[in-house]
């Protein structure tokens, strides 16, 4: 059993221009109103896969209705704690060379009765065979030791987790030991006070997290693809070329392809294969819609592994 837990899930506007021109007039080309939150986006992509999972987190007023009204739809089991506020609003801002502007609001200030359902929730499906996905930021009135709490509190159940966070929220997480975990390259910079230059210096700094006892990392370095290590393995995928549209959520699709073959028992060589198809895809894609299956099947194909020395 899958879940991914949102700890701020919003609606998603993302508006796409030509250039983004600072302090000056700018035409809107067109826009796309979504539903998501790192976690959610997660489970999107596990549903395009034909998986199941459960999305978990914080929802209240207008803004978290519409969003587990949109997920229902899309045929994702919701499980959310209702809150008093009222889930953000996140502005995206594309532009035709693929980069992006992003917008967001901080969310709801969440009580501590709120947060403490939400752990007696998580605390109820953890278990042997669940794998806990805890990704993106945390709302008001939530400290940044949360998810080292979650983390430690499921373990003693013998449930795994991926953890996919930025920051503190990361450093802290990190204490606790996850499982899986997903960064980017500036994540991890930030991290560990280094600028990382090529694969190998990712890889090194990588495999530091694994002697602090991470089972599995997966550092993506954007367009120049991502490296994955565990204690038998440290190789890098080099990007594959694709027609950029937008980069929002192709982390996520990364972490939802990871989990997913993890949850179907196949190989990590598969499992990894599956998450270059799957994110490279995502950049196809407008907004946070998960990859067309048909190109993923396509790039899974043209993904090649080169070892790290």
Known sequence: MIVTVTMNPAVDRTV????LEKGGLNRILSKKTDVGGKGINVSKTIHTLGLKSIATGLIG????????????????????????????INTKVAETDGSVTELNELGPHISEEELNDLLQKLYQY?????????????????????????????????AKVFLDADRMLLKRGLKAKPDFLKVNQKELETLCGKKISDAKEAAILGLQLLDEGVGFVAISLGAEGA????????????????????TVGAGDGMVGALVSSWE????????????MAVSAAAV????????DQMMVMKLYQKVKFEQIQ
């Not at 196809?284 to 990859?291: E, K, L, M, V, Y």
Request: hydrophobic fraction near 40%; charge should be negative; proline fraction near 4%.
């Open 61 to 88: 007023g207008k803004s978290g209705r519409m969003i587990e009204r949109v997920l229902q739809e899309q045929g994702i089991h919701t499980d959310f704690v209702r809150i008093e506020g009222n889930n953000r």
């Open 126 to 158: 953890a278990a042997e065979d669940t794998m806990f996905v805890f990704s993106g930021s945390v709302p008001d009135g939530v400290s940044d030791e949360f998810y080292e709490l979650a983390i430690k509190m499921v373990h003693q159940k013998g």
């Open 227 to 246: 490296v994955f290590l565990s204690q038998n393995f440290c190789v890098r995928c080099p990007g594959l070329k694709v027609p950029i549209v937008s």
């Open 16 to 19: 796409w221009l030509d250039h």
């Open 284 to 291: 196809t894609t407008q907004g946070t819609r998960p990859a």
């Open 264 to 275: 179907e028992g196949i190989s990590f060589e598969a499992g990894i294969r599956l998450a």
